[in-house]
Structures are given as structure tokens and as C-alpha cells.
């Protein structure tokens, strides 16, 4: 009989994550922690036994746009996956959004939050991404004071009924540009009864299905730039169900996420409602940008774990040279390398987390406030950047089987690659990250934090806490020295320090209570892969090398 190879299978993910019931053991209070324990045991099961099957069953199910039915009449129509329409139910039953606005969590609610959203969402087929937008929109309204659309909109977006569930789309990005919303023009003309309608064209909008939306447009009259921009609050369709004065052009083709419905749309008067003043909008869609950022880096970090976990049963499975894959030295080199990446970007992300929930419930004093306007950007990038290398290690680990779309591995690869766009290119986020470090406040708030996790470090890894003020010390006198050309840089390397710190202190607290010492091999191997990512090129070299072609 010829040989067949057996495929991967995937287990309960919470179950055999050892890193998040650490980070969660040691970071929750005993009752909260066996409540997230519990539910999260019931999430890893579903996702086991059926969202991931389902998955598997329905790789090439796209939406599909019907711009018209049978007799002419425009429609726009979306059909969604089965798996997608399953959602609502599974994030009621689960509370992905709830969970953040839980008032009985206080301060540790974005942390169980996003502990869940971490394992969902690689089994979503991105319908975490409505939801982070969801979440941010929810966060956003509640601090703009809009009591009507307080009262009108957050309940229907943190619901834990399905039939009452909302999802909220952000749409921002026009022709002219994603980041540079100052070029937006979308109008929005107010009528005589006081009613505001939005003219314009959106070229990507995510999450088109969704029940409402918040969108930047210029009130005829305004200035240009973003000061001239206003945040307006839609929801898409009537009573009967129809869009309301919404033409979707078509659905994006895109690389990845293709279960995600994306489209190009018009606005041709479609009613909404102002957030806050005339103008200054940008100011008022804040506050989503940081929740989906932070929902960004733990989706990204999501996918890493979800190859990983293929990738180790596969190696049990696998036998080359007359081993198993996991019985060979060199795997164990390469899977370790990947183990510390994603150790480290898990760490980093539910740090965030937890300063997000300490903020909200104003908890948090004046160092973490600081910080956590420096880390989101930070996070967001540094996560999105490993996933996208270590899903590429990883599809290779597969070798042959890895490059075969039926195998459901490629599409790891391919949506992967998407994290590190969304909600701000690296780039970009480098640049905000900047912005932060202009106060002096920032970079003291960096030191004091850096030294409050060394302090529950253990002594043994004094050398590593040493690498780490280096590198931060690096990094401060390239953003003295060239703070834009070197933004990508002091960026990676301050959130790759920062990771490394939090490593070690959670590497002090496994040993001492746990009696595991994996943590601190991953944080001496992720130490080993170095922490600054600052170059020494001059910035007339990078312009000449980057411009060759034109000179």
C-alpha cells in the first residue's frame, strides 16, 4: 500500500495553550480567572470540533454581491458564508464585545476581553474584524457625550442576544488615501428640518453588511484638512431592511480575507447623524483606532499561534528520515525561534489590553496612561510584522504540503499579510508612535515602567535588563538624531525590548509559582534574536538608495 500522509489535526486551542493560562493565572484574581478558564474551555471546544471543519469545508465560499434581482430592481444584495452567518450567535453566546463593558470585570475586563478575542479570531474567518470596529465604535460614542446615540447604539453593539447584535463599520478611506484622511471628500449637507445626508464615494470599506457605520465627511462650508472633517454616525438600512441611499459598487478582490465582504460604495443622501461638533471629527474616531489596533495585534498574534499549533501536531505526524519531525534537532531549532516570537507578542498584547481595561476604569496612574498612548501603535505593528514571518516559517515547515490550497495552509499566509495594513501601515503607526515620544514625559514613564518589571525579574537575568536600557537608550538618541527616518526602528525596538521585559518578569513568576521554566527559555531566545532594530545608514544614504532609479 502506498504511503498517505496524515494531516494535521487541531486540538482545543485553550487547552493546550499553556502561555495564555499562564499569562492569565498570574494577571486575573482566582474567581475571574476560573470564570475565563471555563468559558474559554467551551470556546476552545467549538472551535475544535466545529468552526475549524467548517473552515476546512468552506475554503472557497466567497460573499457574493447581487446588485440587482431578477426583474431589475437594485438591490445589492449580499449572500455571506454559512460560517459568517453563524456569528452572531457564537459572539452573543461568547460576549466578544460584552466582555470589555462589563462592569463587574472593572479593571481586568479588556483583559478577559481580549484573552477570548485572541482565540477566536483565527477561527472567525475575520468576522473579528466587524467586531473590532464594532468595539471601537462603542468606545467612541461613549466618550463623545452623544447621549442619543449612547443610548441608541452601544446597547445594540455590546448585546448578548443575537437578534438585538449590531456590528458598526468605520468607513474612512477614499481614492485619495487610507491614513491621510485630510483629503477626504465625502460631503455632508445638513437640510432644513435639521436632517444631515452624506454624499460621496467610500473605496474600502470593510464589514459592508453591518448594521451601522461611523464615517468621516466635510459639512459643505467647512475648511479643507482633517479640522474641516466631521464624525457622522449612519445606520445602513430602513425599517424594511433596504439600503438607505447606499450603492455598493462592487466587492474588493483582495489577497487575504476574502470571507470579509469589502466594498467600493456610494452615499447618495444617505441620513445620518452628527457624533459631536461641525468639525474636528478625527479627534472623535480616536479612541476606535486604539481599540482596533489592539484588536489588530491580538488577531495577528492569533493566526501565529493557530500555524503553530498546526505545525506541532503535523511534527508528531511527520516522519522524514526515518524520525518524526519532532524528534530532530534542527525543527527544534526552528519551532523553538517561533515559540519566542510569539511568547513575546502575546505577552505585549495582553499588556495593552490590561492597560486599556486600568484606563478605562481609571485605575491606571500616570506613567501607564502615557505609555499606553505609546504602546498601541507599537503593538500594533510589532505583532503584525511577526505573524507574517513566522505564518511564512511555518507554511514552509510543511514543506510541499504547505504550497497546496487544500490543505487550507496557504490562506494562513495570505490573511496573515493583511495586519500589517489595516487600521495604519507600519510606517504610518512608526510615525504616530513618534508623535508620543515628543513629550519627555513618555520616555520617563518608559524608564520608570521598565524598571518596575525588572524589579520583579529575577536577579539571574540582569544581563538581558541591561540589553534592554541599552537599546532603549539607542533609541532615544535616534529619535534626537532623526526622529522620522529612523521611526520604523525606534518603534521595533522599543516594543521589542518592552516584550522582553515583560517576558522576564512573567519568566520569574512561572518559576516561583508554576515551577516552569519555558517561559525564560523563550525569553533567552527571544533575547538571542536581538532587541534594536536601529540602523546606522545615513538618511542621505536611504534617500539615495531608495530614489536610485530616478537619478
Known amino acids: 500500500m502506498s504511503f498517505t500522509q496524515a494531516p494535521p489535526q487541531l486540538s482545543n486551542p485553550y487547552d493546550s495553550d499553556r502561555v495564555l493560562r499562564s499569562i492569565m493565572r498570574r494577571s486575573l484574581p482566582d474567581s475571574l480567572f476560573a470564570e475565563f478558564a471555563t468559558q474559554a474551555h467551551a470556546l476552545g471546544r467549538l472551535i475544535a470540533e466545529d468552526l475549524y471543519p467548517q473552515q476546512l469545508h468552506e475554503r472557497l465560499i466567497e460573499p457574493r454581491h447581487h446588485p440587482f434581482d431578477a426583474w431589475g430592481q437594485r438591490v445589492d444584495r449580499i449572500d455571506l ?21 462589563d462592569a463587574a470585570k472593572a479593571e481586568h475586563a479588556r483583559l478577559f476581553q481580549f484573552g477570548m478575542v485572541y482565540l477566536f479570531a483565527a477561527a472567525s474567518d475575520f468576522y473579528a474584524c466587524p467586531l473590532a470596529m464594532t468595539d471601537g465604535a462603542a468606545r467612541a460614542l461613549l466618550e463623545s457625550g452623544n447621549r442619543y446615540l449612547i443610548d441608541r447604539a452601544v446597547p445594540h453593539f455590546t448585546a448578548r442576544e443575537a437578534s438585538a447584535l449590531w456590528t458598526c463599520g468605520q468607513w474612512m478611506t477614499e481614492t485619495t488615501g487610507g491614513s491621510d484622511v485630510g483629503g477626504t471628500q465625502t460631503r455632508a449637507v445638513q437640510n432644513a428640518d435639521g436632517q444631515w445626508r452624506i454624499y460621496g464615494r467610500k473605496w474600502f470599506t470593510s464589514a459592508v453588511t453591518s448594521e451601522a457605520a461611523l464615517l468621516l465627511a466635510r459639512p459643505d462650508g467647512n475648511p479643507d484638512g482633517t479640522d474641516g472633517l466631521a464624525l457622522f454616525y449612519l445606520e445602513t438600512k430602513n425599517a424594511d431592511g433596504e439600503l438607505q441611499n447606499i450603492v455598493v459598487d462592487r466587492l474588493k478582490d483582495k489577497l487575504g480575507g476574502r470571507k470579509l465582504p469589502t466594498a467600493e460604495l456610494r452615499l447618495e443622501g444617505a441620513p445620518a447623524t452628527l457624533v459631536g461638533e461641525d468639525r474636528r471629527g478625527v479627534r472623535l474616531i480616536a479612541p476606535l483606532l486604539n481599540q482596533t489596533r489592539v484588536w489588530n495585534a491580538l488577531a495577528a498574534i492569533s493566526y501565529f499561534r493557530r500555524g503553530l499549533q498546526l505545525l506541532r501536531d503535523f511534527a508528531g505526524r511527520r516522519v522524514v528520515f526515518g524520525r518524526r519531525l519532532r524528534e530532530q534537532p534542527l525543527h527544534h531549532e526552528t519551532v523553538a525561534g517561533l515559540q519566542a516570537e510569539f511568547e513575546a507578542g502575546l505577552h ?14 481609571a485605575v491606571s496612574d500616570e506613567h501607564e496612561r502615557l505609555l499606553l498612548r505609546l504602546l498601541v501603535p507599537i503593538v500594533k505593528l510589532l505583532t503584525a510584522k511577526q505573524s507574517v514571518g513566522g505564518i511564512s ?33 507600519t510606517d504610518v503607526l512608526s510615525l504616530d508612535a513618534m508623535k508620543a515620544l515628543r513629550s519627555d514625559a513618555v520616555w520617563l514613564a518608559l524608564d520608570a515602567v521598565l524598571a518596575n518589571l525588572a524589579s520583579d525579574s529575577d536577579a539571574a537575568v540582569t544581563n538581558h535588563l541591561a540589553a534592554i536600557r541599552a537599546a532603549v537608550s539607542g533609541a532615544r538618541a535616534a529619535y534626537v538624531e532623526r526622529a522620522e527616518s529612523a521611526a520604523r526602528g525606534i518603534a521595533m525596538t522599543l516594543g521589542r525590548g518592552f516584550a522582553l521585559a515583560l517576558l522576564l518578569r512573567h519568566a520569574a513568576w512561572a518559576q516561583r509559582v508554576e ?36 537619478e
Open 393 to 425: 516559517e511555518i507554511v514552509e515547515g510543511f514543506g510541499g504540503a504547505g504550497y497546496i490550497e487544500d490543505t487550507g495552509l496557504p490562506v494562513l499566509l495570505r490573511d496573515v499579510q493583511v495586519f500589517s495594513i489595516w487600521e495604519g501601515t
Open 81 to 101: 458564508t454559512p460560517l459568517w452567518q453563524r456569528m452572531p450567535l457564537i459572539t452573543a453566546r461568547f460576549g466578544f464585545v460584552w466582555h470589555g463593558y
Open 515 to 550: 515551577g516552569d521554566s519555558r517561559p525564560l527559555a523563550a525569553a533567552q531566545r527571544f533575547a538571542a534574536h536581538g532587541i534594536s532594530r536601529l540602523l546606522d545608514a545615513s538618511a542621505e544614504n536611504a534617500r539615495r538608495l531608495a530614489t536610485d532609479d530616478l
Open 348 to 361: 505585549l498584547s495582553l499588556y495593552v489590553a490590561q492597560l486599556l481595561g486600568r484606563s478605562e476604569h
